[in-house]
């Protein structure tokens, strides 16, 4: 059988616009598009059938359904071997949510004014994001299967920035959007939207407030009168029906994922009155300036001071949370939802100071969740030493086979297990060395030296991340073949092209292991009336609210080598 390669086939980084860069362009998506309809099970529901496509970010687009993103086989780490789909025996099927970065946008302890200098401060889509979230789930509900091997999926796991700036509302609204209930996405006054996207600031786009002369209606965003009013409103989200486990992640852990933990007075802020929505370009730029050096932050500025302020109803629900909290709101039997009990967190996690753990993904497949969050301040993350060890302890304990430190090889009587990690951070975003408070005595070690321990075990397949909003798939090449992994980065669901990742685990039975990735969009049409107030109209716009944010980077969608791929490995057991 032919096999459509990397080499052979590219797309567009903006792959958004669904433009193809081999030609004869249409032949080649075409022949591609066939050949993926012959090696799957099904296509329906993925963007392997179809893909929200857009005419550019230069003016308002409506978004329509693109051409599908065809199967890209990716030989870096081992060779295909022809007959393989008719050989194969699926392994596993799992879902990868990441960054949904629930949001409470009417929270006094947000600095939306200094998004034109930190594009992710404010998105004018933030409002929707719970609605649009269960939509996600959906989709993975109506799917429930691999494409490629057909076996139902076995669990979700969500790679952390599960909420946006870690309060107690929008931890609650997650975990019931995740496992079924009524969710009011609203705090504050119940009976009115009071964030900034009704202030009349022209700084924002306000839907309801016509001739504001803000850069997002100058783009062409359409007037939706009473739109915020009804994304206010109660709907039931129907909750995942799989089993799924959480990664923590930087937003989850301090505010806006960015500052340090556990400032002084930073309660009042998030429960109280006044909301900073302006303030002069010079002192917003030296703000900005000061959150992305991570020194010096003046909370009382940030947060209050001079400005434009506006009053809005206190709320004890946006309280932070504690890590511990996080942990233990998992563990109430009230939020164990389609299970397991406390979705992979122990009582050995409740007290908030080590939240990583391994989970069983299938038979003979073993799940690491890691905690790469520091709470010192910055959005990027790092891993600390007792926890590198604890991932040693736990691979060497079900790999007959691996490397030490010196690169020598070592064989022991055990079971052997594969696995597949997940964090927050990627490889290379994890270069934030600074102290951890819960643990301030250990160590920190990036993204180098991590990869660096995972290449010592050939039972590793493949690790699963976000943090940085973008589709990228990464092969880290080993000393031997068998010691290559996958590194499986998935954007986020609050930026464009808001994605989450099908991944399925396959035994080619020929010594090669097959990782296939098929990225899935939530369940919503692509376009809808204005006048619509359903909650898939909400989604809907949600995902085009979020192509036209005048900070979108098409470039987060990735090349077709990101999207839907075969990833061949050496089988390890073999």
Request: hydrophobic share 35%.
């Amino acid at each position: 059988m032919a096999e459509l390669t990397r080499r052979t086939f590219t797309t567009a980084g903006a792959a958004g616009l669904g433009l193809l860069l081999c030609t004869p362009t249409a032949n080649a998506l075409d022949r591609a598009l066939r050949l993926t309809s012959t090696r799957s099970v099904t296509t329906t529901g993925t963007t392997l059938e179809q893909v929200a496509t857009g005419g550019g970010t230069a003016t308002y687009s409506r978004l329509s359904a693109g051409p599908g993103w065809p199967l890209v086989v990716r030989s870096d780490l081992a060779t295909p071997k022809s007959g393989r789909d008719d050989r194969r025996q699926a392994l596993s099927s799992f879902v990868q949510f990441t960054d949904l970065h629930i949001t409470d946008a009417e929270s006094p302890a947000r600095f939306e004014y200094l998004h034109p200098f930190i594009g992710s401060a404010h998105r004018p889509q933030e409002a929707l994001g719970t609605v649009a979230t269960s939509a996600l789930v959906e989709r993975v509900n109506s799917v429930r299967q691999g494409p490629f091997t057909g076996r139902p999926f076995d669990l979700m796991v969500t790679t952390g920035d599960n909420t946006d700036n870690h309060e107690l509302l929008e931890l609650d609204w997650f975990l019931k959007v995740l496992n079924g209930g009524s969710v009011t996405p609203n705090s504050g006054d119940p009976n009115a939207y009071e964030g900034v996207q009704s202030s009349g600031n022209d700084e924002y786009w306000n839907p309801s407030i016509p001739g504001v002369g803000d850069k997002y209606s100058a783009k062409g965003f359409p007037q939706l009168p009473g739109l915020l009013e009804a994304a206010m409103k109660t709907f039931t989200a129907p909750g995942l029906d799989v089993p799924w486990f959480c990664t923590f992640g930087n937003h989850d852990d301090s505010i806006v994922g960015s500052l340090p933990a556990q400032i002084p007075g930073i309660d009042a802020w998030y429960t109280g009155r006044y909301k900073v929505i302006g303030k002069d370009e010079t002192t917003a730029k030296k703000l900005a300036d000061a959150i992305k050096s991570g020194s010096g932050v003046p909370v009382a500025e940030l947060f209050g001071g001079s400005g434009t302020i506006r009053e809005v109803t206190p709320d004890a629900r946006r309280r932070p949370f504690s890590t511990g909290e996080f942990v233990r709101a998992h563990l109430d039997a009230a939020n164990t939802g389609p299970g397991p009990v406390g979705h992979g967190f122990t009582s050995a996690n409740a007290d908030g100071q080590n939240v990583y753990y391994t989970f069983r993904i299938a038979p003979g497949i073993t799940g690491i969740s890691l905690d790469t969050t520091t709470d010192a301040g910055f959005a990027d993350g790092s891993i600390g030493l007792a926890q590198y060890s604890w991932v040693e302890s736990t691979l060497k304990r079900n790999s007959s086979t691996y490397y030490d430190f010196f690169g020598r090889k070592v064989t022991h009587a055990v079971t052997d297990e594969l696995f597949i990690l997940f964090s927050h951070h990627t490889s290379d975003t994890m270069t934030n060395l600074l102290p951890d408070s819960r643990h301030l005595l250990d160590p920190r070690l990036n993204g180098d030296a991590f990869v660096a321990l995972l290449k010592r075990f050939p039972n590793v397949l493949a690790w699963v991340n976000g943090h940085t909003h973008l589709n990228k798939i990464t092969p880290h090449a080993g000393n031997t073949p068998q010691q290559g992994f996958w590194e499986i980065n998935t954007a986020s669901h609050v930026d464009f092209p808001q994605h989450a990742r099908i991944v399925e685990v396959a035994d080619n039975a020929d010594g090669t292991l097959s990782l296939f990735t098929t990225l899935i969009e939530a369940e919503a049409p692509y376009a809808v009336d204005y006048d619509a107030r359903t909650p898939q109209a909400f989604a809907s716009l949600y995902r085009e609210l979020s192509y036209n944010d005048i900070h979108t980077n098409l470039g987060r969608v990735g090349a077709a080598e990101d999207h839907n791929t075969e990833l061949l490995l050496v089988n390890p057991r073999s």
